[in-house]
């Protein structure tokens, strides 16, 4: 079911939907007598992956996930027993330093449960993340990671085993039963991910960081406008937490 639901939230995903779109096409033109079907297949394709990277578009996508929690206030949770923070990726290059082996969603993440834990110093951290395709788990990278910015690894707690939020979820909150919990991800995720979490029972405060749907204060110039890789991958992200809000309702584990 895992390998079944990764296969098909990446194919999904614009640009392999629209690159087999327009492998399609091109069989379509090369080989058969359905030239218009064809030419019709390519142009979708096209304007999916120029639709998806231009700003607005992920900006409509993303802005709605991110907005759904305000940013946790400290002094507004005063009784935050233990912090969360969920994973994402990271490459162990041994040729590269250990501080630059994650990607850019699992830093934001790091640093944001390394702030909570700084102001609740007597709270348990706990990073998830499982081992895939990498010598170690994106748990215990995160967790050096935040070790390395002076939290004590025997505050920390490593769930490396669960291979979905769904599955975390079930994990965390039995070992966080009863407690009062700051649950970090990005804020696309976080809708998910609390649902998921809340599901379980655990009492859970969201704490939204790595934000991509961003409203600057200036008008911008229109070359900002072009599509562009970034903005193809912040769709894409908010894609897949929509269709991953749909697959969780699908299966029962969320009910709203």
């Known amino acids: 079911m895992f390998v079944l639901k990764k296969w098909l939230g990446q194919l999904l995903m614009p640009l392999p939907f629209s690159v ?5 096409a091109l069989l379509l033109l090369w080989f058969t007598r359905f030239q218009k079907t064809g030419k019709l297949l390519a142009t979708l394709a096209l304007l999916i992956v120029a639709l998806m990277g231009m700003r607005p578009v992920s900006y ?4 709605p996930l991110e907005q759904t929690f305000p940013p946790f206030e400290v002094s507004q949770h005063p009784d935050i027993q233990a912090i969360v923070v969920l994973g994402n990726g ?3 290059d041994p040729a590269v330093p250990e501080r630059s082996w994650q990607n850019n969603i699992a830093l934001a993440r790091t640093l944001e449960g390394v702030r909570l834990a700084q102001a609740y110093p007597q709270a348990e951290l706990i990073f998830s993340g499982y081992v895939s395709g990498d010598p170690l788990s994106n748990a ?3 967790a050096r990671m935040a070790a390395s910015l002076g ?4 505050r920390m707690t490593l769930f490396e085993n669960n291979k979905d939020t769904h599955d975390e979820a079930v994990s965390i909150s039995r070992h966080l039963q009863g407690k009062r919990v700051a649950l970090v991800s990005s804020a696309t995720h976080l809708p998910r991910a609390m649902a998921l979490y809340q599901g379980q029972g655990l009492n859970a405060v969201p704490a939204p960081t790595d934000y991509t749907a961003k409203q600057s204060q200036v008008v911008q110039p229109l070359y900002s406008y072009l599509p562009k890789g970034r903005y193809l991958m912040y769709s894409e992200a908010a894609i897949h937490e929509w269709i991953g809000v749909w697959w969780a309702r699908l299966r029962g584990q969320v009910t709203d």
């Not at 939290?151 to 025997?154: A, E, K, W």
């Open 140 to 142: 215990e990278v995160n």
């Open 60 to 63: 409509q996508l993303a802005r």
């Open 90 to 92: 990271h490459v162990s």
């Open 151 to 154: 939290i004590p690894r025997s």
């Open 20 to 24: 087999t779109l327009l492998l399609l």
